[in-house]
């Protein structure tokens, strides 16, 4: 038999999990605290116990998690990737992800992985594996591509197998299927196509994979509700040749065949499987327990909170999200017999009875010999700050190029440069323009004459690119004042520190208008900024309140008389934007770029007051701009956000506080922001008071108990 037991909730706290779901649940080196991965910036680390969190760390606004968070269980360091490319390792001493080792790499990662017995395995978007050893010490090294065009995958799971680690991917293409073994020990990679039967036209939702020895079993949830498994071998006869193997058939409808949110499968132990989903086109999201060896389901239970459609499970426990919560349910197995699968079995309190569950203790299994003198390698490896790049072998049309930018004209490097953006990108592709730039770079300061704009703005618009693989372009563009390509920057690269975020600030905020007018900027984010589309919308609906707050109304109970005595120059200052709409357009990059709160707060303080002051102005203007309809939203393509807006508003007064309050010329915009401030106080006040009502209506309605009864009332709230 197999049983759920009673589960809770690991954390009150909702998770940043995206219409996906979460990114994963991964073990940590102690077996009961696990790695949280949401769907945008932070990973939890949580102790399961203890039903609280022992740590938090997420990355830089701007910057997203690309893949979930493991632990080196060799070093007891955490390891996470994001924007693709971009690997932290950090500890449990750090505090802030910005300050831990950083490495970028060469090509896309699909996640790491990471198990007992050998070292994180890094699993590369086109299929190629690496070490992380090896990675870290050339990160820009050339990632050759496994599978082919338009091939995506969709699933990998890590083993061992004989104490050598053994990886299986899945992919998809055009609704076909293939599975990837790579064996370690051998260096051998196979690949199956998986046959569907000859009836079946379905779409595989989940998979789940077990190992014996010398067989795969790869379990796949499809989209008809049921349960099909395949044996591959992990050792084939003919590694070279195509191998085919056919899915059969394991267990029949186990799940809705039109489930909304995706369905997951686990592999509990050989004869049982944990399966998440509605088991009726109607019914509500449950977990389940199914016996493969008999067919039968075990236990169930009922999510009424809906779930995202992804299970994880370690050392006994379930993790899955509950409406916005990470829950936790335990379950047992027990040996599977048939008087247990048709539930006559009585209930044994013998432990020798348990199914074994596939998981090791960490703690009780640290390695010596050889293994504690690859832990110390590794460790020596994986603290070191500056990865040094090591030479490679260069095609010879990238050689061409790199000799070409050292003495030859601009436009002879356009030319030269337009041939070879033109060829078959290989996968040193990164590597070569980041070099292309730092020669350029190079040039421009040793010959101050130089500056081939063009050729940099090809190379930035290729998306190949990011602050670090090309440090000194953001200072030249500066000391050209070229506000275009630092536009540009600001929109592809996904690192750049605060003060050059900060120097781009104080630049587009000092620069004339009579400059800018020459300037090319991309306006896409301040279309429809005319004040006489703003005018017109305030002349048609002056009654209407904009998010509770209307700056022509100054009846809110708690402000105080001064406000409405400027009434008339604030309507005048806010009604019109502060700023050139190519100046918008620049400070709006700015907006969206990637900063961490506590090393850009120093920087801010470095601009001038007035410049401050003007940035404010823009700032609020946004916000009323925000105002004036329902979505909270701005016009344009991709323009800035109100949360974006609101944190600088914050980090600009946290800043210049002290300096802006004895501008003379801020004094109105301060008044405006103090008004603003005390009309959300009162809006917040009465939304609580409708939410406490609520409340206490809903208490009403559950004790009552006449629910067959048909009744009409009438509740009067004020």
């Known amino acids: 038999m197999a049983a759920l037991e009673e589960g809770f909730t690991l954390s009150a706290v909702h998770l940043g999990a995206g219409p996906d779901g979460l990114l994963g649940v991964e073990q940590s080196d102690k077996t009961d605290q696990f790695l949280v991965t949401d769907s945008n910036r932070t990973v939890i680390l949580y102790k399961v116990s203890d039903q609280k969190p022992l740590g938090s760390w997420s990355v830089k606004q701007g910057q997203v998690i690309t893949c979930p968070a493991v632990c080196n269980f060799q070093t007891g360091e955490y390891i996470v990737v994001h924007d693709n490319k971009v ?15 950083k490495a970028t790499l060469s090509a896309e990662v699909y996640r790491i992985h990471s198990i007992q017995g050998t070292e994180p395995l890094v699993l590369f978007k086109e299929g190629a594996v690496r070490g992380l050893e090896v990675l870290l010490a050339e990160p820009q090294q050339k990632i050759e591509t496994v599978i082919s065009d338009e091939e995506v995958i969709k699933w990998a799971k890590l083993f061992m197998v004989y104490k050598h680690p053994v990886l299986i991917y899945i992919t998809e293409k055009h609704e076909a299927y293939f599975a990837y073994v790579q064996t370690f020990n051998s260096c051998v ?23 014996d020895r010398k067989v795969i079993s790869l379990m796949s949830l499809s989209s008809d509700g049921c349960i099909y498994e395949t ?8 590694p070279e040749k195509s191998q085919r193997v056919v899915r059969s058939l394991l267990l029949k409808d186990v799940v809705s065949g039109t489930t909304r949110n995706g369905a997951a499968l686990a592999v509990l132990d050989r004869d049982h499987v944990a399966v998440l989903g509605p088991p009726l086109p109607a019914a509500k999201d449950c977990l389940s327990i199914w016996n ?5 389901l075990q236990t169930s239970k009922e999510l009424p909170q809906g779930t995202s459609g992804q299970v994880w499970y370690y050392g006994g426990n379930l993790f899955m999200l509950h409406g916005k919560f990470l829950a936790v349910i335990p379950y047992k197995c027990e040996v599977s017999s048939l008087a247990g699968a048709l539930g006559k079995l009585k209930h044994s309190h013998n432990p020798g009875i348990h199914a074994m569950s596939h998981f090791v203790n960490w703690e009780t299994s640290q390695g010596s010999g050889v293994g504690s003198q690859n832990s110390e390698q590794s460790k020596r490896i994986l603290r070191r700050r500056k990865v040094e790049m090591s030479t490679q072998s260069e095609t010879p049309a990238s050689s061409q190029l790199l000799s ?9 490097i356009e030319v030269e440069l337009r041939k070879f953006l033109a060829t078959k990108r290989t996968p040193e592709f990164h590597t070569t323009i980041g070099d292309v730039v730092i020669g350029l770079v190079g040039r421009c300061k040793a010959e101050p004459s130089f500056y081939p704009r063009n050729a940099l703005m090809q190379l930035i618009q290729t998306h190949g690119l990011s602050y670090s693989l090309c440090p000194g372009l953001m200072e030249v563009a500066l000391e050209k004042t070229d506000v275009q390509l630092l536009q540009l920057c600001l929109q592809q690269f996904p690192d750049i520190p605060e003060s050059a975020t900060c120097a781009c600030l104080n630049l587009f905020l000092s620069i004339g208008d009579d400059s800018l007018k020459e300037a090319d900027v991309n306006m896409d984010s301040v279309s429809d900024y005319s004040d006489a589309v703003h005018d017109e919308k305030m002349e048609q609906q002056p009654e209407i309140l904009q998010n509770g ?21 604030t309507k005048e200052e806010t009604t019109s934007c502060p700023v050139t709409p190519k100046r918008a357009a620049l400070l709006n990059a700015v907006l969206r770029a990637a900063y961490s709160e506590a090393f850009l707060l120093p920087h801010l303080k470095d601009i001038p007051a007035q410049h401050i002051t003007l940035f404010l102005q823009y700032l609020y203007f946004l916000y009323l701009k925000c105002n004036e309809n329902a979505t909270m939203t701005l016009p344009g393509i991709h323009p800035p956000t109100l949360n974006q807006i609101m944190d600088w508003i914050c980090l600009l007064l946290d800043a210049n506080f002290t300096v802006v309050v004895m501008i003379p010329e801020a004094k109105r915009l301060l008044l405006n922001l103090y008004k603003f401030v005390k009309s959300q106080i009162c809006i917040c006040s009465e939304l609580n008071k409708i939410e406490v009502s609520f409340r206490e209506l809903q208490k009403l309605n559950q004790e009552k108990n006449n629910r067959e009864l048909y009744s009409i009332e009438v509740l009067e709230l004020f």
């Open 189 to 211: 990679l196979s690949k199956y196509t998986l046959l569907l039967g000859q009836e079946e036209k379905s779409v595989i939702q989940s998979f789940a994979a077990s190992v």
């Open 87 to 101: 690997l932290r390792i950090w500890n449990n001493e750090d505090v802030n992800l910005d300050k831990v080792f």
């Open 231 to 238: 044996l591959i071998p992990i050792h084939p006869s003919d």
């Open 404 to 412: 070409t930018i050292k003495k030859d004209s601009e436009k002879h």
């Open 292 to 296: 493969t060896k008999f067919q039968t």
């Open 549 to 569: 707050f209307n700056p022509e109304d100054d009846n809110c109970n708690n402000c105080d008389q001064t406000l409405s005595e400027k009434h008339q120059d």
